[in-house]
């Protein structure tokens, strides 16, 4: 086996009858038109494969290519989706080429006087290279052509947004934002949500930008990491629990109201006077018809009711003023954040409070057969005996929301 790099216009791919037939993904078309192929393309010399086995040609799939022509060509086990894709948008470019080349030839031909009046056009530079990743295997490697095809349709793994970070986290494990981002999807934090806390918007951080600021140092539109985390600390320590903060509800209100005022700490304020996180927290679809406006009902509720008891004008300007509450973070908390100690302290006491849990149950277990055996030495009436559990080992009162742990991915990255 062999990997190299290939170009597409020069080298020629067929495609196997038994291949999947192509569909179209525009998903993928828009990862490889931003980032190119990141998964290499599998092939088998045609000429090692069994003239049974019909081939076409992968630029024109209804072309049977012929027998004394298959040493020519690369079958394609595994990527005809890929090739496909950079096929057509190479073809693409090409057409744009042409086409600026017609218009700069037209321009040229013009007087001096014409040439004042228009602008001279722009060569056009391509954005898709036909270059892409090949990995090269001998049919002694895979023995059965349809048993490979088999297994790799089957074994393929599609990249989930987890994997990304897995990724990037590897990659550049000591950047904060990269550190940031691996926190919250350990706290079980959809990419979505995360984005949404670091970049006041839901669509801004995705796998595909993730992957480009690792790999290129594009910069993510409005990230910030340090709010991200000055936010959600704040958010826990007013009550509400990381289950509920995962959701959208919150932030997308916090977004909003952020973009309506210009400033967050207007709607924190107002955050910073509620009674009933709890409740919040604990709201369901079945509940309510518009879970958002409730929250925004309750937390409005709570604030104007502490106005209303506050009798003391100087206290009440107290309240009205607005303050930069992420400042209020201890520096120490972004950085614990930061180093992921906040995912495994949560683990650490859930398997605290598990343990805990556990042995309460066997120590009053012992209690009551101990109490048992002395009230019926003692001849006392067992009704009457009155059994104290044993205080909890520790009286913490301890998270114990579901964490999803990191899944180790081993990656092979292209060099």
């Avoid at 990381?242 to 005022?261: A, T």
């Avoid at 107002?270 to 018809?289: F, H, P, Q, V």
Wanted: aromatic content about 8%; overall charge neutral; some cysteine.
């Amino acid at each position: 086996m062999k990997l190299i790099v290939s170009n597409i216009q020069v080298c020629k791919f067929a495609f196997l009858k038994k291949n999947r037939k192509v569909e179209k993904n525009n998903d993928l078309k828009e990862s490889i038109k931003t980032i190119g192929v990141q998964t290499p393309i599998m092939v088998i010399p045609a000429s090692q494969i069994p003239l049974d086995e019909e081939l076409y040609m992968a630029d024109c799939p209804t072309q049977l290519i012929k027998d004394s022509e298959r040493h020519e060509y690369l079958a394609i086990l595994d990527g005809q989706h890929r090739y496909t894709i950079v096929h057509e948008l190479v073809e693409s470019e090409k057409v744009k080429i042409e086409q600026a080349k017609r218009e700069l030839e037209i321009w040229s031909k013009l007087s001096d006087e014409a040439k004042k009046k228009r602008e001279k056009p722009l060569e056009y530079t391509p954005k898709i290279t036909p270059n892409i990743y090949v990995i090269v295997k001998g049919i002694e490697e895979i023995k059965s052509i349809n048993e490979a095809i088999s297994s790799i349709n089957s074994t393929s793994k599609i990249w989930k947004d987890k994997d990304y970070i897995n990724n990037a986290y590897q990659c550049r494990a000591e950047d904060n934002i990269v550190k940031t981002v691996n926190s919250f999807k350990n706290l079980g934090f959809s990419m979505s949500s995360i984005s949404r806390f670091m970049c006041f918007n839901k669509n801004y951080l995705t796998s595909m930008t993730l992957l480009d600021y690792v790999n290129n140092g594009t910069l993510i539109r409005y990230i910030n990491y340090d709010r991200a985390i000055r936010l959600y600390q704040y958010l826990l320590g007013k009550g509400f629990t990381n289950k509920f903060l995962k959701k959208r509800y919150l932030i997308d209100l916090i977004i909003e109201e952020k973009v309506q005022h210009d400033d967050i700490n207007v709607f924190l304020n107002k955050i910073e006077y509620l009674r009933r996180a709890d409740t919040i927290s604990n709201l369901k679809d079945k509940d309510c018809s518009n879970i958002t406006e409730e929250i925004r009902r309750i937390i409005n509720e709570d604030y104007l009711k502490t106005l209303d008891e506050e009798i003391d004008s100087d206290w009440k300007a107290k309240i009205e003023e607005v303050k930069d509450y992420l400042s209020l973070i201890a520096d120490d908390d972004v950085i614990a954040f930061l180093d992921n100690k906040d995912h495994r302290e949560r683990k650490a006491k859930n398997t605290i409070n598990k343990k805990n849990k556990s042995e309460s149950k066997t120590t009053i277990k012992d209690n009551n057969e101990k109490n048992l055996e002395n009230s019926n030495e003692n001849q006392f009436d067992s009704e009457c005996t009155v059994i104290t559990p044993p205080t909890p080992a520790s009286t913490t009162k301890l998270n114990t929301t579901n964490i999803i742990d990191a899944e180790y991915i081993e990656i092979q990255t292209q060099s």
